[in-house]
Nanobody
Framework: QVQLVESGGGLVQAGGSLRLSCRASGRTFNSYTYDMGWFRQAPGKERDFVATITRSRGNTYYADSVKGRFTISRDHVKNTVYLQMNSLQPEDTAVYYC?????????????WGKGTLVTVAS
């Protein structure tokens, strides 16, 4: 029903920056009804929460590991969520996934993108 497509990944040197984008589409998609989140999965590791932005007020939350370096934002008109990543380090290397949550209680990330690879070279 809802499709999420990430873009913006690539190879960057340590200390550099990247901006990831995730565009949502769907016949009945209403951006204001979805919390949006970013997750990442490094090789051989579990998928971890990175950041989320709420559906209406736009409140943001971050994993401690990225706080102060990453910024999540969204554009409801464009149905797009962004992740600005600064001061990237090799430990940030991972496949980054976008997810959408329409639940009204708790978290239920029912839609996921296929991911975009971020590689940070030392």
């Amino acid at each position: 029903q809802v499709q999420l497509v990430e873009s913006g990944g690539g190879l960057v040197q340590a200390g550099g920056s990247l901006r990831l984008s995730c565009r949502a589409s769907g016949r009945t998609f209403n951006s204001y009804t979805y919390d949006m989140g970013w997750f990442r999965q490094a090789p051989g590791k579990e998928r971890d929460f990175v950041a989320t932005i709420t559906r209406s007020r736009g409140n943001t939350y971050y994993a401690d590991s990225v706080k102060g370096r990453f910024t999540i934002s969204r554009d409801h008109v464009k149905n797009t969520v962004y992740l600005q990543m600064n001061s990237l380090q090799p430990e940030d290397t991972a496949v980054y996934y976008c997810a959408a949550d329409a639940s009204d209680r708790g978290s239920h990330w029912e839609y996921w993108g296929k991911g975009t690879l971020v590689t940070v070279a030392s």
